[in-house]
Nanobody, 122 residues
Framework: QVQLVESGGGLVQPGGSMRLSCAAS????????MGWYRQAPGKQRELVAA???????NYADTVKGRFTISRDNAKNTVSLQMNSLEPEDTAVYYC????????????????WGQGTQVTLSS
C-alpha cells in the first residue's frame, strides 16, 4: 500500500529554522496535491502549506514569508523549510498527500504521515 514517512522535527529556539521532509512510497500511480498540516494542543488541525503537482503553492497567512514548501516529483517527496520560527509554531506537523494508488487508479485517496513534533523553546 501507500505510506508517508516524515523526518525532521524536534526542539528549536525562537527565531531558528527547521526543515521537515516527507517521502511517499508504495503502489503509487500518481500524486496530486501534497502539503503540511499542524495541530497544536487543544486546537484543530490546520493547513500550513500545500503544493500542487505543477508547483503552485498555498500558505496559511500565519506562515507566509517564513515557511517555504517544495516537492520533488521524481522522488515523491515534499519538504517544508521553516524560518523565523515563533512559539506559536509549536505543534505536531503532519504530511498529507492526495494519491492515486496503482491498486485503484479510478480515484485519489488522502494519505497522512504519522506526525512529527516541532517545539519552540528558549
Amino acid at each position: 500500500q501507500v505510506q508517508l514517512v516524515e523526518s525532521g522535527g524536534g526542539l528549536v529556539q525562537p527565531g531558528g529554522s527547521m526543515r521537515l521532509s516527507c517521502a511517499a512510497s508504495g503502489s503509487i500511480f500518481r500524486i496530486n496535491d501534497m502539503g503540511w498540516y499542524r495541530q497544536a494542543p487543544g486546537k484543530q488541525r490546520e493547513l500550513v502549506a500545500a503544493i500542487t503537482s505543477g508547483g503552485s503553492t498555498n500558505y496559511a497567512d500565519t506562515v507566509k514569508g517564513r515557511f517555504t514548501i517544495s516537492r520533488d516529483n521524481a522522488k515523491n517527496t515534499v519538504s517544508l523549510q521553516m524560518n523565523s520560527l515563533e512559539p506559536e509554531d509549536t505543534a505536531v506537523y503532519y504530511c498529507h498527500a492526495e494519491i492515486v494508488s496503482a491498486v485503484d487508479v479510478t480515484r485519489p485517496d488522502d494519505y497522512w504521515g504519522q506526525g512529527t513534533q516541532v517545539t519552540l523553546s528558549s
